[in-house]
């Protein structure tokens, strides 16, 4: 099998080709990523040098540029992480997001058309479905809620959803969808709030923390939306969505003060800040297609997850200071410019 891995230097795509390179010695990975601010290669160094993984730098909206690639190299799954992910550009920048996230997935679904692959599998995200409120514990996202987009970023996740679902319908091209809830864990971009008030509690900074933290979100360790993807390519149904969830809510606020307590450090760090514009009250993801068809359980609940995560950031500091100060964006001339 030859697998190409969009996207793989960016958080859950580095972690997912951790996994796929380790489980599946005898397949092909090839990772694809444009190495925008978010993708960074150093995420890949315990990789990078395995005989079944081989790293291309590319644009997925290049349309030249992926016709050529697939032509040569005949993938059989082709797995999109490949997109523009955070809220706040999005609404300074959307038309980054339009490119990237529906252009470049229509470019793959043409390239993937013409060369036979044999999976086309898009990873989305459960905020195209919108929020739910906050006083309605009852409510989930299934697979068949309607998509009701609140921001920039996730209505291009879900125009490019709809374009994979066409894709499938129109001309039979094997595709499924997975949406996930928000994911932590290790290799995650400084930006992203787990990280984010990690590092800055460590060097006790004001940790900002949009209106008054109520906004609930349901965590998902990276390694579990992972193993669940494999689910998903191997043993999935063509044309079907699988949503992935981490039974974990949590409130901004918890989360924050959860780390606070992991490191020692004192909750007068926290500092309201005024809310991001359209701020999603709540997401909740109901995963028993998932769990009912394919099998899949998380493994980590939030407890012990968040203090493994925090940990492995305490253990790799090198890593995300590299980021912080920049020097992670040279690490491609470094390894690849002279070849």
Same mark, same amino acid.
């Given at each position: 099998m030859?697998?190409?891995?969009?996207?793989g230097?960016?958080?859950?795509?580095?972690?997912?080709?951790?996994?796929?390179?380790?489980?599946?010695?005898?397949?092909?990975?090839?990772?694809?990523?444009?190495?925008?601010?978010?993708?960074?290669?150093?995420?890949?160094?315990?990789?990078?040098?395995?005989?079944?993984?081989?790293?291309?730098?590319?644009?997925?909206?290049?349309?030249?540029?992926?016709?050529? /690639?697939?032509?040569?190299?005949?993938?059989?799954?082709?797995?999109?992480?490949?997109?523009?992910?955070?809220?706040?550009?999005?609404?300074?920048?959307?038309?980054?997001?339009?490119?990237?996230?529906?252009?470049?997935?229509?470019?793959?679904?043409d390239? *993937?058309?013409?060369?036979?692959?044999?999976?086309?599998h898009?990873?989305?995200?459960?905020?195209?479905?919108?929020?739910?409120? #906050?006083?309605?514990?009852?409510?989930?996202?299934?697979?068949?809620?309607?998509?009701?987009?609140?921001?920039?970023?996730?209505?291009?996740?879900?125009?490019?959803?709809?374009?994979?679902?066409?894709?499938?319908?129109?001309?039979?091209?094997?595709?499924?969808?997975?949406?996930c809830?928000?994911?932590?864990?290790?290799?995650?971009?400084?930006?992203?709030?787990?990280?984010?008030?990690? *590092?800055?509690?460590?060097?006790?900074?004001?940790?900002?923390?949009?209106?008054?933290?109520?906004?609930?979100?349901?965590?998902?360790h990276?390694? $579990?939306?992972?193993?669940?993807?494999?689910?998903?390519?191997?043993?999935?149904?063509?044309?079907?969505?699988?949503?992935?969830?981490?039974?974990?809510?949590?409130?901004?606020?918890?989360?924050?003060?959860?780390?606070?307590?992991?490191?020692?450090?004192?909750?007068? /760090?926290i *500092?309201?800040?005024?809310d991001?514009?359209?701020?999603? #009250?709540?997401?909740?993801?109901?995963?028993?297609?998932?769990?009912?068809?394919?099998?899949?359980?998380?493994?980590y609940?939030?407890?012990?997850?968040?203090?493994?995560?925090?940990?492995?950031? /305490? $253990?790799?500091?090198?890593?995300?200071?590299?980021?912080i100060?920049?020097?992670?964006?040279?690490?491609?001339?470094?390894?690849?410019?002279?070849?």
């Amino acid at each position: 099998m030859k697998v190409c891995v969009t996207g793989g230097a960016g958080f859950i795509g580095g972690n997912f080709v951790h996994h796929m390179v380790r489980k599946y010695p005898e397949y092909e990975i090839l990772n694809l990523d444009l190495l925008t601010y978010a993708g960074n290669l150093e995420t890949l160094k315990p990789v990078e040098k395995e005989p079944n993984y081989r790293f291309v730098r590319g644009d997925i909206a290049d349309r030249d540029f992926i016709m050529d /690639l697939f032509a040569r190299e005949r993938f059989d799954i082709v797995v999109n992480f490949a997109a523009e992910s955070h809220v706040d550009r999005s609404i300074e920048d959307p038309g980054v997001f339009v490119r990237t996230n529906v252009l470049g997935t229509q470019v793959l679904l043409d390239a *993937s058309r013409e060369y036979g692959v044999k999976r086309f599998h898009q990873v989305s995200t459960d905020e195209v479905y919108g929020d739910l409120p #906050l006083d309605r514990p009852d409510l989930f996202f299934r697979e068949d809620t309607p998509l009701h987009t609140s921001s920039p970023y996730s209505s291009s996740k879900a125009s490019a959803d709809l374009f994979v679902m066409a894709y499938h319908r129109t001309f039979g091209l094997p595709v499924t969808i997975s949406r996930c809830s928000n994911n932590y864990g290790p290799y995650q971009f400084p930006e992203k709030l787990i990280p984010l008030i990690l *590092s800055r509690a460590l060097a006790d900074e004001k940790l900002p923390v949009y209106g008054k933290g109520e906004n609930v979100r349901d965590w998902l360790h990276v390694a $579990d939306h992972c193993e669940a993807i494999d689910l998903i390519l191997h043993r999935g149904r063509e044309g079907e969505i699988y949503n992935i969830g981490g039974h974990n809510e949590r409130t901004n606020l918890e989360v924050v003060k959860t780390i606070l307590k992991v490191l020692d450090k004192p909750e007068s /760090l926290i *500092s309201f800040v005024t809310d991001r514009p359209g701020h999603d #009250l709540r997401y909740a993801i109901d995963p028993a297609k998932i769990e009912g068809e394919l099998g899949w359980k998380p493994t980590y609940n939030f407890d012990t997850g968040i203090r493994q995560t925090v940990q492995w950031y /305490l $253990d790799n500091r090198d890593w995300w200071e590299n980021i912080i100060n920049g020097e992670y964006a040279g690490y491609y001339e470094k390894m690849y410019g002279n070849r």
